[in-house]
């Protein structure tokens, strides 16, 4: 059992197993509607402070996708490959990346980066070849 040093309300509880159960990295909007089938009494502005509580406890990352803030689980460090097309996220382990961008980030002058995170954009297979597909139509 997690022992954490702040009160655990079934709000925090219920968005914290969704987001642990699901690796979509979900919309404040996904998030909202699946919270709604379990607790119908919440509102969308209570699953906002939730998240952005959650955030700044360090148990779940915010990463923005198209104007469009999702959210996952994972608070350790590792990069994202994003499409540009669709909005998928995928996370990408990399020790070497990771050293290499806190690296980099320790040679800028009068500033202290303790972490990074790098995103890379493209298009993701299925995009990819849906446009293929329409080309040829």
């Known amino acids: 059992m997690v022992n954490y040093d702040f009160r655990l309300t079934n709000q925090r509880a219920i968005i914290s197993e969704y987001l642990k159960e699901n690796h979509d990295h979900p919309s404040v909007e996904e998030i909202f509607k699946h919270v709604k089938n379990k607790l119908p009494r919440i509102s969308k502005k209570t699953v906002y402070s939730t998240l952005h509580f959650l955030c700044d406890e360090g148990l779940i990352q915010e990463v923005e996708v198209k104007g469009v803030q999702r959210y996952e689980p994972r608070s350790d460090p590792h990069h ?6 669709c909005g998928k996220i995928i996370d990408i382990e990399s020790e070497e990346l990771s050293s290499h961008a806190l690296r980099v ?6 500033f202290d980066v303790e972490s990074s995170n790098v995103h890379f954009y493209g298009m993701c297979k299925e995009c990819k070849e849906a446009e293929r597909n329409e080309r040829r139509s």
């Open 80 to 85: 994202h490959v994003i499409c540009r097309a």
């Open 105 to 110: 980030g320790k040679q800028i002058g009068d």
